[in-house]
Every structure is written in C-alpha cells, then in structure tokens.
C-alpha cells in the first residue's frame, strides 16, 4: 500500500508540470481553435532565458519573474507576427505553422545555448520527509502548489475580472465580441502571451528535476500535455489538471504494475487515455460543441 | 468547355509521365535516389490526402502505417530462415513464409497496413477534430517503442538487415535486368519502380476524388450531419478512408524499407508523421498533382538548408522559417497558388480546398 | 443636424457590390427602418455603419466621421444588434449583460443601466445566472437588446428583430425600444423585412433596391405611395 502511495504521490508531481503546460495548450485552444504544437519549445526557451539571467549574474528569483515578463512579451509576438497571419486559414496551415515554430525554436536553442547540457537551480530545495511510509520530496510538493496556485489566479482572472469575461467572449464569438468594442485580436495576443508565462513555469520548475537539460527539454513534456489536455477535455481548464494530474500517476502505476507494460510505459498510457476518449470523445470535462443544422 | 478540360488533363498527365521517364537520364545516380525519395513521399502525402484533404481528418499518425508496410516487406523478404539467421525467433504461429522476392511484398505491406488503418479507423469513428489527431499523434509516439517491444520479429532497436538479402533485387552494386533486353542500377531501378507506383497510385487517387466514394468523403468533410442525411454511410466510409489512406502510406513504407535496404524503429519517429502532414499543407490539402511540390520539399528543403550553413540548429530555423513563410504566403499550399492562377481556366480540374 | 449621416456609402463583398452608394440619415430620438428585399443591402448597410463590413463614401455620426473599425465604432456609441443577435450562448444572462457594458468608460453607471433594463424586462433580473444558449429565441432578442442598452448607446442598430418572432413579441420590442428612446434620447436604425410591422413602428423609412435608396419618406408617405404598398405591403 505504502509502495501504491509512493507510486502515487510521485506521479502526481510530475503530473503537476503536465497539467501547466496542458493550461497553457488550453488556453491558446480556446482562445483560437489551435492546438499550439510549440507550446513545449516555447517553455523550452523561457527556461534557457531564465538560464541565461541566472549565468549573467542575477539572482533567482528575479531571473524567474524577468522570465516570465519576458515569456508573455514572446508569446504576444509570435501571436502578432506569425499566428496572427494564418488566423483566416484552415486547421491545417496553422497547425504547420505551429510545427514550423517547433522547429525553428528548437534550433534556435541550439544554435544560441551550442547544444550543450545546462543545469537550472532548484528553488524549492532536495529535502524530502516522510508521510505514513510515503517520501514526499518537497520540490515535488512545490512544483504541485505553483501548478495549482497558478490554476487558481487563472481562475480568478477568467471568471472574476473584465478583462477575463472580455478574453472568454472573444473565444467564444469574435463578431460580437467585435460589436462590443473588445478588442479581438489583442485579446488573441494576450492569450498567446499568458500560455507563454504557464510554459515558462512549467519549463523552469521541470528543468531541474531532469539533472541537466538541453534543447530537448520538453519534447516528452510536450506530449504527456498532450495526453493530459485531450483527456480533460481541450476547452476546460480544469479538465487540463485533472488530466495532467492523471498522466501523471497513470503513467507511473502503468509502469510499476504492469509487467508487459514495464519497458511500454508511453504506449501504455496511452492506451488508457485512449480508452478513456472513447467513453467521453471530449474529454472529461470537455464539453460537445453543440451544432444547429 | 469540358473537352478542354479533358484535354488539358490528359495532356497534364502525359507530361507528368514524360518527366518521369527523362529524368533519370539527366541525373546522376545520387539524384535518382532522391527522386525515387520524392515519389515515396509523393505516395504516402497521395494517402494522407485522401484521408485529410477529402474528409476533413487530421492525421499525425502516418509514420506508424508507414512501419508498418516497410516492417511487412522487411520480414517476408527475410522470411523464418532470414530471421532466424538473425539470431531472431519469429513465434511459430505468425507466417512469416521462407524470403520473399522484394516486389512481391509490396501489396501483402499494402493490405496489412490497409487492415491497420481500418483497426484504427474504428476507435476513431468516436472521435472528431483535435481529438482524433491529437489520438493519432499518440500512434506515432508510440510507434517505435512498440516495434522495440516485439524485438523477437523486428529486431528491436537495431532493426532487420536488408543489404544481404537475396531477395533484394540488384543490391546496391549489381545492374537490374529489365524486360527487353536493357540493364539499370540500383538507383535507376529504385526510381523507375517507386514511380511507376506512384503514378499507378495517383490514377488511383484521381478516380477516387471522381467517384461516387469522393463526393462522399468530401461530404462528409464539408458538414457530417448533412452528409448522413443525404444517405452517406459516416461509418463506412471514415473506416474505407483511414484504410485507403494507410494503404498508401503502406505501400511508402515497403519502398522506404527498399531503398534503406534495412528497417529501424528510428527510422519513424513521430517527425516523420509530422512531416507527412507539412507535405501536405504545402502541396495543398485536396490537391493531387501539387502535392510532389510537397514531396520535393520534405526531401529536398533539409538538405538544401544543410547547404547553407553546418552550424547547430540553424539548418532547423531555416527549415523552420521556411515553412512558416509559406504558409503566410501560400496558406492553401502549392495547389491553392495553382487553383488561383488556373482557376478561370479549369475551374473544375482542381478538387476544392477547405 | 441628423445623428447619423450616410451619403453615397458603397461596399462589396469579394467580386459582388452590395452596397451602390446609399445616402441617408437619421434623427435624434427616431426610429428609422429600412425595407427591402432579401439581397436589397439592408443588412450590408448596418454592417457598413458599425464597421463589420469594408466601405467607402462619408458616415457622419454626431457631426464627426466615424471611425472604420467595429471596436472603435461601438466605442463612439453605436450598438449593433446583428443578424442571430449575437448572444454569447456559452455564458449566463448576467455575463452577457456585463460585455454589453464592456465599451463604457464610466463604471459607475453598471449598476443603475442594469436597474433600468431590468424594470423592462422583469425576467433578466431572475434569470441572470442561467446560460444564454439555453433562453428561447423571443428571451434572446429581448437580451440581445438589454445588452446593447447595457452600453448606453446615441444609436442602436437593429437587424430584423422580427424575425421567427409571434407579433405579440415583436410588438412587445418595439413598445420597449420606444420607451428606451423616450427615457434615455437614443435613435435606432431597424432593418426589417416586415414592413408593416417597421412602418407601425417607425417616423421615417428607407426601401433599399439593389444597393440604392429606391423610396424614402416618413412612415405614412410610403403606406400612401402605391408602389411600395403593392411590393413590400401586399394589399
């Protein structure tokens, strides 16, 4: 039971870091109809940003939050100058020009950061302690609390401000949201630029629990946030972390207990998110579009 | 006016298959590989175009029917006594026959990978839009893991050997006979049987956006709940789709396993799923002819971005930035550029895109 | 001076010109309809005032050129209740009636706008926590009108309010659009098929032919003209 437990709780750290970068796929999902293939490179980037601060000589805690205003001025950008100008174009051509952004970050990692193997401090420390017979380590507990405050201000900010009421009206119907004097496609912007500041958070709080990294970083990431969004259900929020939080330990008990699945853990899981869809082809907590004919 | 439009077809055709047939004669034996490359692209982008450009269905799982048809022709042409000789141990059940010659397992890859698509395509009749690709995506990521899995077939990471094969025609260094008397290398043979496939498998692929098949597929990409109503059968024709289109990518895999002389798990990684799919984008989605524009990229940009500059990561942002350029340019690809300067001329000749 | 003036106003959509230079205006504290028939550019006019649809030629609003974005137009005070009626169906009665306001500078007012929209239509006040998808097409006309009151609008433009509505409900809107203008000095443009319901309601009207103003006058002028009568009235 203990070694259950223990499987479980690790999972749902690892999971946590899912769950941040399935939000910001969220995000972007809801507020534009794209599933953003760049969302892992893009938290990949933030994290050599953070790097590179932390190896100028700033303290860490001021290299985070830079990164982070530094992240949302990039995810606003790439909005701006490239998303922006397939935004009339079928699922497909934006889908290639988020592949495309893929790549052309990917190399632009390791042509700026050579390629090599960085390491990234841990902010919340190595001590563990120990629960009923469960370890928990409390960078593992940390990553778990920064994801779910971080759902939280999200929360706050989509159902509790104008300006998220005016960010989910222009998901919803741009015309009209137009016809109200919201301004559609900065709020498009601004989406991409809050995905951009989870992915950070998610690269940063990853990185250090890989040892060292590289511009490989969240490729793995990246797909588990896959698993997670779809399995929540792309447009819910709360669906990304429950659905993080559920790749997390899914992936671990499939390892741990399955024998035939030890050396197919990724398949494996997969296989049971896929199972999952279909009994709810939209997630979780997705929710069907309804359809006038 | 449909005369001419029937004319200027034709007549496209027959410079589609004259090209073909010169080329080798102005190239060298390098190129011709590449070219015979292009054509097995050409092949799996035909497939996936029937399953994206007709039916709306974003696929980024292609790679995995691609495995599977080069891992069909891989294992046959070994066959028990070539596995075996491997230091394999195929279970006695799976038929996995005594080595046959290479040609042969080309529509033995195509229907299991065809078989595949349609176990595929049932899962994927519950699904639709971001979900379903986002599904197939989790094929291709699962892919090579699982080809390492069943190591006692497929040799796990390292993969079957093909080079030593008899059943391999010509090998690398020996001339090819062909009927007629003539001779041709490797290459040439490569490049002239990868064609004549393609070209087969694209009358193939005209015939079916002309048929009844085609309205239906589009039909259904165009508004699923109208083309139910009209009598079209969803799930029948979803599955008749994937497994068309995994057919195709099957019959790239046999030819890719062919050329490479050898299949890995390494050699689909989900980048070649995800390649298949900017092939299509810039050939243009519902397009036909415009898509070897799409082939000529995958094979040629990365190699042409390697040209201009060693250093790491840079041939990747200009692949990158390439691609992203064109999309801002040519956001329905090489054939949506056609259809616009075509268009007033035959308004017809091309399928339209979404 | 009119409110709102449009002179020689064309648009297109693509290859096809929809609007061939429309000219007309409207008054403060009026109601003014235009007629016509489908395909007459009735719809495209309103799209052209509130910036939804490319245009050339002058618009006037409040003796200053009207800017030619939507966002800036609703900013300037102009509501556009469009075709469909624009209802956010996802969210609740009260979220849309907040976005209606999302345009105003003063805050303050929310609360005191909400009051006046509530005491014509009761309803809202108890349903404010209920999806708007979920509320019947009379509910959402009604709300969709509500919102653009929400932003205390000079000029609400109405495209076919009457449309799939029972006459009681019709008249019930434009009893309410009546009195808002009564109370608060606002004019409206309504674009209806209907032209008798739009000539009960309206001081002046406009027929639209083919992108053109075709006839024009006050609400009675053209019950009197005959061609009107027998085209758009049917007796």
Known sequence: ?293 | MLAARTAIRVLGLALFVAVVVVVPSRISEFRASEFALIGIFFIAILGLNILTGYTGVISLGHGAFMAVGAYTTAILMLGRPGLEAGGLSPPDWLPVGDGMKDVYTIPIAALVAALAGALFGLPALRLSGPYLALATFGVAVATPSVIRKFDSVTGGSGGLNLFDSPNLTGAIFNAVHVPGGRTLTFNDWLYYLTWTIALALFVVAWLIHHSRLGRALRAIRDDEIAAVASGVGLAWHKTLAFSLSALYAGVAGSLLAMSAFSVQPGAFPVDRSIALLVGLAVGGLGSLVPLVAGAVFLVFLPQWAQDLSQAPGVPAVIYGAVLIGLMIVLPTGVGGLLRRVLGPLTSRLYPRSQ | MPLLELEDVQARYGAVQALHGVTLDVDERQVVSVLGANGAGKTTTLRAISGTVRRSGSIRFDGKSLPRSPEAVARSGIAHVPEGRGTFAELSVDENLRLGAYSRRDRSGYERDLAAVVKHFPWLDERRDQQAGTLSGGEQQMLALARAFMSRPRLILVDEPSLGLAPLIVRRLFDVLRAWIDEHGMSALVVEQNANVALQHSERAYVLEVGRVAVSGTADELRGNEAVRRSYLGY
């Open chain 1, 1 to 293: 039971m203990a070694d259950f437990l223990q499987q479980v709780v690790s999972g749902l750290a690892s999971g946590g870091v899912y769950a941040l970068l399935a939000l910001a796929l969220v995000l972007i999902y809801r507020s534009t109809g794209v599933v953003n293939f760049a969302q892992g490179e893009m938290a990949m980037f933030s994290t050599f940003v953070c790097w590179e601060l932390i190896d100028r000589g700033l303290p860490y805690w001021v290299a985070f939050f830079a990164t982070l205003a530094i992240s949302f001025a990039g995810g606003v950008l790439i909005e701006r100058l490239v998303v922006h100008a397939v935004s009339r174009a079928a699922a497909i051509t934006v889908v290639t020009v988020t592949i495309g952004l893929l790549i052309m970050l990917n190399g632009a990692a390791a042509w700026i950061w050579k390629g090599e193997q960085r390491t990234l401090e841990n902010p919340f420390g190595t001590r563990t302690f120990d629960v009923g017979g469960v370890v928990v380590a409390v960078q593992d507990l940390g990553i778990l609390v920064v994801s779910l405050a971080l759902v939280a201000a999200l929360w706050v900010l989509f159902q509790r401000t104008r300006l998220g009421l005016a960010l989910r009206a222009s998901a919803l119907n741009p015309e009209s949201s137009r016809l109200h004097g919201i301004r559609v496609s900065w709020m498009l912007a601004l989406g991409w630029g809050l995905a951009a500041v989870l992915g950070a958070v998610a690269g940063m709080l990853v990185a250090p629990t890989q040892g060292s990294f590289d511009q490989n970083l969240m490729l793995p990431v990246l797909i588990f946030a896959f698993a997670a969004a779809v399995l929540g259900g792309l447009d819910s929020p709360l669906g990304a972390v429950v659905g993080g939080l559920a790749v997390g330990v899914i992936l671990n008990l499939v390892g741990a207990y399955i024998d035939f699945f030890a050396d197919l853990r990724l398949p494996a899981a997969l296989l049971v998110i896929l199972a999952i869809l279909l009994l709810r082809p939209h997630g979780l907590f997705g929710r069907a579009a309804v359809r006038r004919v």
